[in-house]
């Protein structure tokens, strides 16, 4: 069964932190990807990347980072966390030539 | 650059009665088309999708979503709605360049 693991499902940090949001995909994907998810707004692509180290802004990329040391996994990096970073972040991996894109569980992260 | 619209942002409805949910999407040369569907506290699902072929597809659990050139649209229906198929649906196209771009999520509620 594929899978899409984000590693935590709820998390609060101070603002200022650097907060990492890990995801490990276990279908040997090429493609994943960040989204963040906000009531009104639907799901916004922060950053995507479609091989090992290689990564691409997506359309709200500013205030993050990103990192792929390894093909199974993503890492979303917000380097000095802030109030409006509150927010649902998903997860996603795809296989090229494949349409399908599978999602994680959600990581709620809340900055106080 | 590509964009995707649902038109409600609630949608409430009693049990058994039918269901249309908006989606119109930015015009392009060719598109795959997705809704997926968000159970309340997990991540998102494919619910259904539209890649070429007939235009009308269906899903395992009674949806069936048109894709309409002419109209650039891709409603998500069902003919009589349970209790069960309440929650979050998002419409999605996936552009040339790889990136899934969704719209703003209809929320559905069935009421008994």
């Known amino acids: 069964d594929v899978k899409v693991t984000q590693s935590s499902r709820y998390l609060v940090k101070r603002t200022g932190e650097k907060v990492f949001l890990e995801c490990v995909q276990d279908?040997?994907?090429?493609?994943m990807f960040w989204y963040r998810q906000d009531p009104g707004l639907g799901l916004r692509l922060i950053y995507f990347?479609?091989?090992?180290?290689?990564?691409e802004k997506g359309d709200i990329p500013e205030g993050y980072s990103v990192s792929r040391e390894k093909k199974e996994r993503f890492s979303l990096i917000l380097e000095s966390a802030s109030t409006n970073q509150t927010s649902m972040y998903l997860c996603?991996?795809?296989?090229?030539?494949?349409?399908?894109?599978?999602f994680g569980q959600g990581t709620r992260l809340t900055v106080v | 650059a590509q964009s995707v619209t649902q038109l409600d942002s609630q949608v409430p409805v009693f049990e058994e009665a039918p269901v249309e949910l908006r989606c119109n999407y930015s015009?392009?040369?060719?598109?795959?088309l997705f809704w997926y569907v968000q159970y309340p506290n997990q991540g998102l699902q494919l619910l259904l999708k539209?890649?070429?072929?007939?235009?009308l597809v269906e899903s395992i659990n009674g949806f069936e979503a048109e894709f309409n050139k002419s109209q650039t649209s891709f409603h998500l229906r069902k003919p009589s709605v349970h209790i069960s198929d309440t929650a979050e649906y998002f419409c999605?196209?996936?552009?040339?360049?790889?990136?899934?771009?969704f719209g703003q999520g209809t929320e559905l509620s069935v009421k008994p």
């Open positions: 996603a991996s795809r296989e090229t030539g494949n349409t399908e894109a599978f």
């Open positions: 279908m040997d994907h090429e493609n």
């Open positions: 990347s479609y091989d090992v180290k290689m990564k």
């Open positions: 015009s392009s040369v060719s598109v795959y």
């Open positions: 539209y890649l070429s072929g007939s235009t």
């Open positions: 999605a196209v996936r552009n040339e360049g790889g990136k899934l771009i």
